[in-house]
């Protein structure tokens, strides 16, 4: 084996195993999810792009801070699905159908769409926070950021990845996403970046907490089985 095979191994082997079990049962059958929000993307992209469609998307599915928060929040779920106009939609697709894909096979269903919502919200209520702050300071955005339409599926499948990369133990994986979306940020500064990066710390955060209690569950366990604590 080479040493790039070793590697590969080391970083993507438990992301594989367990992805192969259920791709190899159940097909296309195992990720309902992906499949689904894949032709959801493909039809509001299609729709968004048609004269009489504009406005519906944008009235359904399309969030920006200059809105008002509620009719915001209720448009979240939907903006999911809404792939910016002036982006190449396939590499969009297939973004959402493999990162929405392995994550369901390794998280399950809802657990899948609540973490694609957590970061997508993220990035929605960072824009709102930032234009607050305004241009001068490190976290503030430009007011004109307030009328751009936010990232739509990019920031779930950002913070998906992320959060997938830390359960399995594939931390180079981590850290090359989220050098990428800083250089992003650095060499184009746009709102799209910037919600990236609070989705992928809002994940980080969640990452942290999981590990936590985990750790204080291990910790329970064991002094509750008698045996002496184990000294690191």
Known sequence: MTTLARWARAEWGRLYTAVRGPLAERRWRAVPLAVTAVCL??????????????????????VRAVDPLWPALLRTPLSLFVPALDLPVWGALVQILLVF????????????LALAYVATLAGTLYARLGIRLGPHSPLGLPASDAWVVDTGPSAAVVGLAVFLGW?????VTVAVVIVA???EVALKENLAGREHLAAILV???LCG???L???????????GSGAPPSQS
């Open 41 to 62: 993307t493909a039809v509001l992209h299609l729709v968004h792009g048609q004269a009489w469609g504009y406005r519906f998307v944008q009235n359904t599915g399309g």
């Open 181 to 183: 979306m800083v250089v």
């Open 203 to 205: 994940v980080l955060v």
């Open 167 to 171: 359960r399995y133990r594939a931390y």
């Open 209 to 211: 907490v999981g590990e």
């Open 101 to 112: 894909g392995i994550a369901e096979l390794c998280l399950g269903r809802w657990r899948t």
């Open 213 to 223: 209690r985990q750790r204080r569950s291990r910790e329970r366990a064991g002094s």
